[in-house]
Every structure is written in structure tokens, then in C-alpha cells.
């Protein structure tokens, strides 16, 4: 494995310091052979390796719109050393062998740490809960559990699920979305859906479901996460929740911090998503709430499709959105320019909590020696470059001018993006030298 050594970079936009990497781990400089590889870190910020709660990698079944090399490739190229793989595959991520596939798969890819996420219910049919102590007691060893993309909305199976999960010390993540209050649902409800002549899909949906699972994780003394936050009603209940010491964490998207409903006005289907584009209002309600502590990550819900799927009439198109290799620019634009979070803030919100909250081990204590060198450079004044590792292309960014250009990462040490481009890593028998 190369010895590298970053010459003056920026730690976390603060303090510059020369960083050295050895065998996969941070190292004192003069730990270093003679002859390491250098990169000039002057003008570019160190962060730790990002960490992604919330990826879809469609492998198996949808392999058209990605798999978990090239999702783990697209990951490498936003600056994310480790991504949870949603359950909504084909077939399902509901069991310890369909788990321990989809890890085998990212150990074989070796762009990132490809953590899979078990499913909640079998099938993600909301009707009977999936054997998640099994899941849990395999080599995988998920600690989140989803059926993302469904909720779980009866009220005695989620309550067996946040049960089950903590007896094996998981989290389960919901998709807060009553389907009673959301059928055909396709944008925000309100005026926009309405002279688009498009359901609605109001808010209460979302905020009613947070309330319920953060009483029942009460009840249980469990564990909830609430995936993609959208609305400004849902931050009121959390901050309640999290004010009454419920054990509740949440999560914002990059494109629920950025676009608008009414980017939906022609009814292009590159925006449709769920939950939905909300109100400038939301937007910025969002950004408040992550700025004062009550959302607790950036997750990217990264959803890849292929073309044909988001060609058609809105109605019809799919839900999602690219996210892994724009998430950090839309973060710097909409959150460090102006002056609402810090990028020490930055390393927290996409890496070190993320990474707690998904149990991933390294990731505490960044930079430091004998950690697992997970790196990303980035020069914060150079614009972001369009996409390129995905499969698909629904990226709704396109045009846009954000900030942040990714031309380092570093993997357990490995080198997996070199100015800007991907590198071909070093294996050992199909796997990143370990």
C-alpha cells in the first residue's frame, strides 16, 4: 500500500497540518518511508471520510440503473468513504443472505465501506415483520433497519420493529409517510399541485407519522431515525420529541435544502421525489433546523433511474434523485457560504454522526494516528463538476452553480479518487487491502 503525505492542508477549514498515511491508518509524519507520494494540500480542506446513512444501489434487480460498484464508485467521487444500502431491492433485503450479498458486493467493489440496511417487513409489504435478529446475527450485521420507500404505518408492526431492534442495539429508520393521507399522491398539496392538476402529498402525512414513532420509541426506550425531514411541522415534533429525551434522530436531503416546489411548475419529472419538493418556507426552515442542532445529518437518499423512467408524464415517472456526488457542494452552498454552519460542522453532519448512528467504526476521532486514514480534499472555491459515476443520469442540478470541488478521497488508506477522477484501486483477492 502507497504511503501518502498532504502537505498543508486546512483541518476541517481551520488549522493547517501536514497528514501522513501508512498501512491504512493516519500516522505521525515521521512515521513515513523516504520516498511517500505527496499532495500539495495549500489552498484545499481536509474532511474525514464521508458517511452516507440513506444510498439506493438497486443491486440485485435494477442493475440498469446502478449497482454497488458503481454506486460505491459515485460515492468515491462525492467524498464518501461509506454508504448504507437501502432494502428496496429485487429481491428484498430481508433476510441474512440477501444482506450479506449486498456487503460482499461493496467488499468486492472496494470504493467504499457498503453497509446494507435490512428491511423491516418482508418484502417491504408491511405485513409481517422480517427476521431482524437473524439479519442482525450475520456476518453483515446491519445496524439500521427500512423498509425506505414504504412506511411502516401500522402502528403494532412498527412497534414490534423498533422492539426488535433494540434488543439487538439497531436503529429503525422510517420513511414518515401516511398512506392514507397520500394515495396517488405526486407533489407538495397546495396551489401548485392544484393548477398542475396533481395530487397533493400534504404534510401531515410526514408529521403525524414522526409524532407516532417518536411515542412509540418513548414506550419502548428504542431507537427511531427519521429519514428525509421536509417539512417545517416535522422539525417542531422533533424538536418536542427530542426536548421529552425520546431517542430520535433525523435526517435532511441536499435537494430539501435546495429546490423548491417550484421547480415542479412544468412538471418535469427530473424533480418529482418523495417526499416531495416543498415551499421556500420548508426550505428554510430546514437549513434553521440543521443549523441548530435539530436535525442531526445530511443524508443524500441517493435514487438512481434510468432515463425511460423519468421520460414519461409526471404521473407516471419514477420518484428520485442523484445525490452521492453533489451532496457535499449543495451542503458548502446552502449551509457554509452562508455562514450557518462551520465546516467542523460539516465533518459532524456527514461524517462522525452519521457514522455513530449507523455504528460504523473509524470515524470518531478523525486525523488521528492509528485511525483508518478516511480522507476526502476538496478545494471549497472551485465549482463542483457535473456527475459522472452513476449509472443514471436524473441529476436535478444540472446548471446549477455549486461550490466544492472533491479531488482527493481516501479509503482505509487507498487512494480511490486522484484529482478528481476515479483510481484503480489496489485488491487482494477481490478485496480493498485491509
Known sequence: MTDHLVKGVALLGE???????????????????????????????????????????????????????????????????????????????????????????????????????????????????????AMAASEAAPKVFSDDGHCVSDSTLMRRALDAARRVGAVVAQHAQDPGLTQGAQMNAGEQAERLGLTGWPAVAEESIIARDALLAESLDARVHICHVSTAGSLDVIRWAKARGIAITAEVTPHHLLLTEDLVSEADPLFKVNPPLRTREDT??????????????????????????????FEESAFGMLGLETALAVVLTTLVEPGLVTL????????????????????????????PAHLTLVDISSASPEPSGSLSSNNPYLGRSLRGAILHTFYRGVATVIDGRLSEIPLQDGRVSE
Open 15 to 133: 488549522d493547517r497540518a501536514d497528514l501522513a498515511i501508512k498501512d491504512g491508518v493516519f500516522v505521525p509524519v515521521e512515521s513515513l518511508g523516504r520516498n511517500p507520494t505527496v499532495i500539495d494540500g495549500h489552498g484545499l480542506v481536509a474532511l474525514p471520510g464521508l458517511v452516507d446513512l440513506h444510498t439506493h444501489l438497486r443491486q440485485p434487480g435494477m442493475e440498469h440503473a446502478e449497482t454497488v460498484l458503481s454506486g460505491s464508485q459515485a460515492a468515491a467521487l462525492g467524498g464518501f468513504t461509506a454508504v448504507h444500502a437501502m432494502a428496496n431491492t429485487q429481491p428484498t433485503s430481508d433476510s441474512p443472505e440477501a444482506v450479506q450479498q449486498v456487503w460482499e458486493w461493496g467488499r468486492e467493489a472496494g470504493y467504499a465501506d457498503v453497509r446494507p440496511v435490512g428491511a423491516v417487513t418482508l418484502g417491504l409489504r408491511g405485513e409481517q415483520l422480517a427476521d431482524i435478529e
Open 284 to 313: 428554510i426552515a430546514l437549513r434553521e433546523g440543521v443549523a441548530d442542532g435539530i436535525i442531526d445529518i445530511v443524508a443524500t437518499d441517493h435514487a438512481p433511474h434510468p432515463a425511460e423512467a423519468k421520460s414519461g408524464s
Open 344 to 371: 467542523a460542522d460539516v465533518g459532524r453532519l456527514m461524517s462522525s454522526r452519521p457514522a455513530t448512528i449507523g455504528q460504523v467504526p473509524g470515524y470518531a476521532q478523525p486525523f488521528t494516528p492509528g485511525q
